[in-house]
């Protein structure tokens, strides 16, 4: 009885994280909308605000995927990033409310833009759960060993990591695609036309093709193990460079990074 009392008041307890997620989750969607009205436009105009909505989306996608008590050794690994991303763009990123230039003031900017968005948020919980997953794999359940075991057993077994990956990609992989053909059709709209390889246009086809050649890899016997998951975290790799070295080092048509 006592040890079933304790195991109540543990569960209890292990609520309150959980709540913290979703109110700091709160919180930061009402600074994205709170930008958004000091600008009078759709807060997707530089790199600070398309950060900080990816986050908040991440953030987000994940507290509906992992609600379970088994899942809660997850959040470490999931806000860390988030915390990252939010603390580099808040001091390096940062850009005062204004309009933006005349190239973005277009009504395919939220469409486009959230699509993209909300495809590399679900993205990142995929590749990160690829990654606990070889963790795992590394530190079998009941058998782990040294700082990586220690760092691994709270985590759920490989098969539930491995299937989140999956799951999520599914979803990763048509709002990804959604998102590049709604810039393709924005892109006609505004330069003439569909498809021209600007980098930004390579590096998120690029993605893409790693999302689907993941899906397939994961049900193609041979490839179910660790090697279809060295895929998703290619693809999240590829995201990250897109997102970083893409916007703020090579010059193209999309270098609208708000950044002198």
């Keep these: ?17 959980q709540m913290l997620v979703w109110l700091g989750a709160v919180v930061h969607l009402m600074s994205v909308v709170l930008r958004g009205l000091a600008t009078d436009r759709f807060p997707l105009g530089n790199m600070y605000e398309y950060i900080s909505m990816i986050c908040v989306l991440a ?3 994940a507290a509906l995927a992992i609600q379970r008590r088994e899942w809660r050794s997850m959040w470490p690994w999931l806000l860390v990033p988030v915390l990252v991303l939010l603390f580099f763009a808040g001091t390096s990123l940062y850009s005062d409310s204004a309009p933006v230039v005349p190239a973005l003031q277009s009504y395919w900017l939220p469409v486009h833009v959230s699509t993209v968005s909300l495809g590399a948020a679900i993205g990142i919980v995929s590749g ?4 606990l997953y070889l963790l795992r794999i590394w530190q079998p359940k009941g058998r782990e060993r040294g700082f990586f075991g220690a760092v691994a057993k709270p985590l759920p077994s490989a098969k539930k990591l491995d299937a989140l990956a999956y799951k999520s990609a599914i979803i990763t992989l048509p709002v990804l695609g959604l998102g590049i053909v709604l810039g393709a059709i924005w892109a006609e709209a505004s330069w003439g036309r569909f498809w021209g390889w600007d980098p930004k246009e390579t590096a998120s086809f690029i993605s893409w093709v790693l999302y689907a050649a993941y899906l397939h890899a994961r049900a193609t016997a ?3 193990d660790h090697k279809a998951a060295w895929i998703n975290i290619l693809a999240l790799a590829t995201m990250i460079f897109n997102l970083f070295f893409i916007n703020l080092v090579v010059s193209g048509l999309h270098s609208y990074a708000g950044l002198n």
């Design 1 to 17: 009885a006592r040890f079933a009392a304790r195991a109540a008041s543990a569960h209890a307890f292990g609520r309150i994280p």
């Design 59 to 61: 953030v987000m996608a």
């Design 128 to 131: 990160i759960a690829s990654l």
């Design 222 to 224: 041979g490839w179910r």
